[in-house]
């Protein structure tokens, strides 16, 4: 049986992802500090008994390299971060001790260890700046001006992770998550502003929406994100992979999708548009069939459905 380890394996991608590698047959080991992750999340991993083990710690931690040396995982998918951009612009130092030292700590004792291989959770919505083209592909990424910390720090990674290919013969394929919204992500967070929009419209109060509304985002749904990262265990080496729809949708349409789905006749309150907002984007997901044999299948509405019947059950 092949061990793996998920990083970040209590939040919201990390725990669809260590369900989905158990349902596989895969043995998984889930490393997270439950800073936003939540135990609850965890609840159908546990139900694979020994299959499944839970470490509650800090990927910054010494105890990672003994976890390591005692588990031997052959691939790791790293998600573990400061997941959000708002408190990588306050507070940038904390940012870049998780998502750069934090990293560092992994792709080092993966090195040592001798893991095959890294399959890391980049940025999409964020590593490209504010492309000069849409949708951004992923060449683009070269010589980009990321508009926050957390931005920045999601695209160092890509360096450090070419430096431990060539030099540490660890392989990597990195994805460039689009917005991922599905069950799961967290409703009082400050990032998913699918869960937030539908959090209040089912409890009948009416969301903010930031700016005019005409930003937009590139929404993807949590199974064929999940499906990315199963499909990036024997594809896409050493390459960066967009994922995501291609398609650029407004927060006021997705607003409007949303009031329709959970019934909500109210208007959106008002306010004013945040620093390191980008205004557009949308990913060329072009590359994505070739690298990994991936597209995606969930269209935005049956998503949308989805993550309401979700939210209403708990
Ligand atoms: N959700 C999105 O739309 C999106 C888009 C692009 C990239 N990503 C990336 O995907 C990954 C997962 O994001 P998510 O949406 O599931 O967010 P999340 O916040 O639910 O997941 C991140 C997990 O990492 C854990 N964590 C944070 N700091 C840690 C530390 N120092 N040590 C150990 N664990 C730590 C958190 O407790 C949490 O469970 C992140 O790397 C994020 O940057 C997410």
Redesign the pocket.
């Known amino acids: 049986m092949t061990t793996v380890l998920v990083?970040?394996?209590?939040?919201?991608?990390?725990s669809h992802l260590a369900d989905r590698l158990l349902a596989e047959g895969f043995r998984v080991i889930s490393?997270?500090?439950?800073?936003?992750?939540?135990i609850a999340n965890l609840a159908e991993a546990r139900g694979h008994g020994k299959e499944f083990t839970f470490f509650n710690?800090?990927?910054?931690a010494a105890g990672v390299q003994q976890l390591f040396e005692r588990h031997r995982p052959e691939i790791v998918f790293?998600?573990?971060?400061?997941?959000g951009v708002r408190p990588s612009l306050s507070d940038p130092t904390n940012d870049a001790s998780?998502?750069v030292m934090?990293t560092l700590n992994v792709l080092e004792c993966a090195a040592r260890a001798g893991t095959r291989k890294i399959v890391y959770?980049?940025?999409?919505?964020?590593i490209y700046g504010d492309p000069k083209r849409l949708p951004a592909k992923e060449a683009s990424a070269q010589g980009s001006f990321p508009m926050s910390p957390?931005g920045i720090s999601?695209k160092v990674v890509l360096d450090y992770l070419g430096f431990f290919q060539r030099y540490r013969g660890l392989d990597y394929t990195a994805l460039a998550?689009?917005?991922?919204?599905g069950p799961r992500?967290?409703p009082l967070?400050e990032?998913?502003v699918v869960a937030i929009f539908a959090q209040r419209m089912l409890a009948g109060e009416a969301p903010t929406i930031y700016g005019d509304g005409n930003q937009t985002r590139d929404y993807i749904f949590i199974d064929d994100v999940v499906h990315a990262f199963v499909q990036a265990i024997e594809r896409g080496s050493g390459k960066l992979v967009n994922i995501g729809t291609g398609l650029e949708t407004s927060v006021n349409h997705l607003f409007r999708l949303l009031a329709d789905i959970a019934g909500f006749e109210g208007e959106p309150h008002q306010g004013p548009l945040p620093q390191g907002e980008l205004r557009r984007i949308a990913l060329d997901i072009s590359k994505a069939p070739g690298a990994i044999a991936w597209k995606p299948w969930t269209h935005l509405e049956d998503g949308l459905a989805e993550t309401v019947a979700y939210l209403k059950g708990i």
């Not at 710690?57 to 910054?60: A, E, L």
């Not at 790293?78 to 997941?83: E, G, I, R, T, V």
């Not at 959770?121 to 964020?126: P, Y």
């Open positions: 990083t970040g394996g209590a939040g919201f991608i990390g490393v997270d500090d439950l800073s936003t992750g939540r710690m800090d990927v910054r790293h998600l573990a971060a400061q997941s998780i998502n934090g959770a980049a940025s999409g919505g964020t957390y999601k998550l689009g917005n991922v919204f992500q967290d967070g990032a998913g």
